[in-house]
């Protein structure tokens, strides 16, 4: 989350927008761009339309910045909500089950090559498993576990109570866990 | 015994720590910028070339010739006594 000088710079941003100053957009564009993101490219069944998703749910938010209320919560939540409701309407209109291309990390960790291969099994089988969670326990998982937002902020999001959030992200990781198990019965039985 | 035989679920810890890093890619900003500009620019455009606009104005145009006319009427009937 944001530090306090970083909470006023984005209120005087909001002020500045809210004034028609277009540019002063960007400084919220650049805060919150990696977060909104990486919750479409995790949320849709279809990574790559991730960005447009992404783009257009700041394009939302610009339009409509007037109806942002400090009072009902934090830009970031508000942003994320507009995100996962855009996201909701996506997957509404197609439902693509694209497991080819999962979301690519920024800079990957120094490995040695048996290691990364080794690594991409279980990555793999992991994105593999999230994309085939239910639409609920994705949602409350990713909220939770990557973009590591306080149950009572999903719960807001989801309009759920913070109990019901907790158990979907609960299921999700037996879920997930549960994937491993087939790539790890094949590594026991490697020599 | 094979190095890379996983023991523990640390995996899906170690597979989150890898989700958490994904960003929005490069110029990301910028192209978001040029689309709301683009947006603005045809949200302009189609508020002119909208009937609704134009049916307004048209009325407007109505109103006030029919409200100055009424009153040349009035002038006229004043004058001529």
């Given amino acids: 989350m944001l530090s306090n000088e970083d909470e006023m710079s984005q209120e005087r941003a909001i002020t500045a927008v809210r004034a028609g100053?277009?540019?002063?957009?960007?400084?919220?564009?650049?805060?919150?761009?990696?977060?909104?993101?990486?919750?479409?490219?995790?949320?849709?069944?279809?990574?790559?339309?991730?960005?447009?998703?992404?783009?257009?749910?700041?394009?939302?938010?610009?339009?409509?910045?007037?109806?942002?209320?400090?009072?009902k919560g934090s830009f970031a939540i508000w942003i994320i909500t507009i995100a996962r409701r855009l996201c909701l309407n996506a997957m509404k209109k197609s439902r693509p089950l694209n497991l080819a291309e999962p979301p690519e990390p920024a800079a990957p960790g120094q490995n040695s090559p048996d290691q990364l291969a080794a690594r991409s099994d279980t990555f793999r089988?992991?994105?593999?498993?999230?994309?085939?969670?239910?639409?609920?326990?994705?949602?409350?998982?990713v909220l939770a576990e990557i973009e590591e937002l306080p149950?009572?902020?999903?719960?807001?999001i989801e309009c759920i109570a913070p109990g019901t959030v907790k158990s979907r992200v609960s299921r999700a990781k037996l879920a997930l866990q549960g994937s491993l198990?087939?790539?790890y019965e094949e590594l026991k039985h490697e020599p | 015994m094979n190095p890379n035989k996983p023991s523990t679920d640390n995996d899906l810890d170690a597979w989150l720590d890898e989700r958490r890093h994904v960003a929005a890619p490069d110029g990301f900003s910028d192209r978001v910028l040029e689309r709301i500009a683009s947006d603005q620019t045809t949200r302009e455009k189609s508020l002119w070339r909208s009937p609704a606009i134009w049916a307004k104005a048209a009325i407007l145009t109505l109103a006030l010739a029919g409200g100055l006319g009424r009153y040349t009427l009035l002038l006229v009937c004043l004058v001529t006594g």
Avoid: N, W
């Fill in chain 1, 21 to 71: 100053d277009r540019d002063a957009f960007r400084y919220l564009v650049e805060t919150h761009q990696d977060r909104v993101f990486r919750t479409c490219c995790h949320l849709l069944r279809d990574p790559p339309s991730a960005e447009d998703l992404a783009q257009e749910t700041f394009l939302t938010a610009f339009r409509k910045i007037d109806r942002f209320d400090p009072d």
């Fill in chain 1, 125 to 141: 089988a992991l994105d593999r498993a999230l994309l085939e969670l239910s639409d609920d326990h994705r949602r409350a998982f």
């Fill in chain 1, 151 to 156: 149950y009572e902020d999903i719960a807001a």
């Fill in chain 1, 181 to 183: 198990r087939p790539t």
